[in-house]
Protein backbone atom coordinates (compact mmCIF):
# COMPACT_ATOMS: atom_id res chain seq x y z
CA UNK A 1 0.00 0.00 0.00
CA UNK A 2 0.97 3.34 -0.58
CA UNK A 3 -0.13 6.82 0.81
CA UNK A 4 0.32 9.71 -1.53
CA UNK A 5 -0.70 13.83 -0.06
CA UNK A 6 -0.54 16.79 -2.05
CA UNK A 7 1.15 19.87 -0.91
CA UNK A 8 1.85 23.66 -2.38
CA UNK A 9 -0.82 24.68 -4.12
CA UNK A 10 -1.99 28.20 -4.46
CA UNK A 11 -3.12 31.26 -6.02
CA UNK A 12 -0.19 32.65 -8.17
CA UNK A 13 -0.19 35.31 -10.95
CA UNK A 14 0.15 34.11 -14.48
CA UNK A 15 4.24 34.11 -15.42
CA UNK A 16 4.72 32.72 -11.47
CA UNK A 17 5.58 29.63 -10.09
CA UNK A 18 4.84 26.99 -7.73
CA UNK A 19 6.26 23.82 -6.66
CA UNK A 20 3.63 20.77 -5.57
CA UNK A 21 4.81 18.07 -3.58
CA UNK A 22 3.83 14.59 -3.29
CA UNK A 23 5.01 13.04 -0.38
CA UNK A 24 4.28 8.96 0.25
CA UNK A 25 4.25 6.49 2.91
CA UNK A 26 5.24 3.18 2.40
CA UNK A 27 8.78 1.90 2.37
CA UNK A 28 8.42 0.53 -1.24
CA UNK A 29 7.85 3.96 -2.55
CA UNK A 30 10.94 3.97 -4.18
CA UNK A 31 10.11 1.42 -6.54
CA UNK A 32 7.22 3.06 -7.95
CA UNK A 33 6.61 5.55 -10.63
CA UNK A 34 4.78 8.80 -10.08
CA UNK A 35 2.63 10.87 -12.42
CA UNK A 36 1.25 14.41 -12.13
CA UNK A 37 -2.16 15.41 -13.33
CA UNK A 38 -4.59 17.89 -13.30
CA UNK A 39 -8.52 18.18 -13.25
CA UNK A 40 -10.18 21.32 -13.55
CA UNK A 41 -14.17 22.25 -13.62
CA UNK A 42 -16.07 20.44 -15.81
CA UNK A 43 -13.16 18.91 -17.52
CA UNK A 44 -11.39 15.32 -17.45
CA UNK A 45 -8.32 14.09 -16.07
CA UNK A 46 -5.09 15.29 -18.16
CA UNK A 47 -1.83 13.72 -17.94
CA UNK A 48 0.64 16.26 -16.77
CA UNK A 49 4.13 14.29 -16.29
CA UNK A 50 5.36 11.08 -14.93
CA UNK A 51 9.05 9.99 -13.59
CA UNK A 52 10.09 6.37 -13.02
CA UNK A 53 11.55 4.75 -10.10
CA UNK A 54 14.90 5.99 -10.52
CA UNK A 55 14.19 9.21 -11.86
CA UNK A 56 16.30 8.83 -14.66
CA UNK A 57 13.31 9.06 -17.01
CA UNK A 58 10.36 11.54 -17.57
CA UNK A 59 7.51 11.87 -19.62
CA UNK A 60 5.87 15.13 -20.12
CA UNK A 61 2.11 16.68 -21.55
CA UNK A 62 2.79 18.71 -24.66
CA UNK A 63 1.26 21.62 -23.11
CA UNK A 64 3.74 21.91 -20.05
CA UNK A 65 6.72 20.97 -21.87
CA UNK A 66 9.62 23.33 -20.98
CA UNK A 67 7.56 25.22 -18.16
CA UNK A 68 7.16 22.10 -15.92
CA UNK A 69 9.74 20.10 -14.37
CA UNK A 70 9.10 16.04 -12.70
CA UNK A 71 11.84 15.47 -10.03
CA UNK A 72 11.97 12.73 -6.88
CA UNK A 73 13.73 12.22 -3.56
CA UNK A 74 13.65 8.75 -2.58
CA UNK A 75 15.15 9.31 0.63
CA UNK A 76 12.21 11.55 1.46
CA UNK A 77 9.80 9.85 -0.25
CA UNK A 78 8.69 12.51 -2.36
CA UNK A 79 8.45 13.49 -5.82
CA UNK A 80 8.44 17.28 -6.91
CA UNK A 81 6.66 19.23 -9.73
CA UNK A 82 7.99 22.85 -10.35
CA UNK A 83 5.95 24.88 -12.43
CA UNK A 84 7.34 28.06 -13.97
CA UNK A 85 5.65 30.58 -16.58
CA UNK A 86 2.45 29.61 -15.25
CA UNK A 87 -0.64 30.20 -17.13
CA UNK A 88 -4.41 30.76 -16.41
CA UNK A 89 -5.09 27.57 -18.49
CA UNK A 90 -2.93 25.52 -15.86
CA UNK A 91 -5.87 26.49 -13.40
CA UNK A 92 -6.67 23.02 -11.66
CA UNK A 93 -6.84 20.59 -9.11
CA UNK A 94 -3.37 18.60 -9.27
CA UNK A 95 -3.10 15.31 -8.67
CA UNK A 96 -0.05 12.82 -7.57
CA UNK A 97 -0.23 8.95 -8.51
CA UNK A 98 1.66 5.97 -8.43
CA UNK A 99 1.97 2.32 -10.04
CA UNK A 100 4.78 -0.19 -10.02
CA UNK A 101 6.27 0.18 -13.72
CA UNK A 102 7.26 3.50 -15.44
CA UNK A 103 6.11 2.36 -19.24
CA UNK A 104 4.23 3.80 -22.51
CA UNK A 105 1.06 4.24 -20.25
CA UNK A 106 1.91 6.22 -18.00
CA UNK A 107 0.33 8.94 -19.92
CA UNK A 108 -3.52 6.90 -18.56
CA UNK A 109 -4.85 7.65 -15.21
CA UNK A 110 -6.52 4.60 -15.19
CA UNK A 111 -2.79 2.87 -15.14
CA UNK A 112 -2.21 3.87 -11.62
CA UNK A 113 -2.90 1.93 -8.45
CA UNK A 114 -2.55 4.94 -5.67
CA UNK A 115 -3.69 8.57 -5.94
CA UNK A 116 -3.62 11.71 -3.66
CA UNK A 117 -6.28 13.73 -2.82
CA UNK A 118 -5.54 16.98 -4.80
CA UNK A 119 -4.00 20.19 -3.94
CA UNK A 120 -5.77 23.64 -5.90
CA UNK A 121 -3.76 25.42 -8.33
CA UNK A 122 -5.25 28.65 -9.62
CA UNK A 123 -3.26 31.53 -11.78
CA UNK A 124 -5.01 34.46 -11.84
CA UNK A 125 -4.71 36.74 -15.33
Known amino acids: QVQLVESGGGLVQAGGSLRLSCAAS????????VGWFRQAPGKEREFVASISWTGAHTYYADSVKGRFTISRDNAKNTVYLQMNSLKPEDTAVYYCASKRIFDSTSWNPNSYDYWGQGTQVTVSS
Open 26 to 33: GRTFGSYA
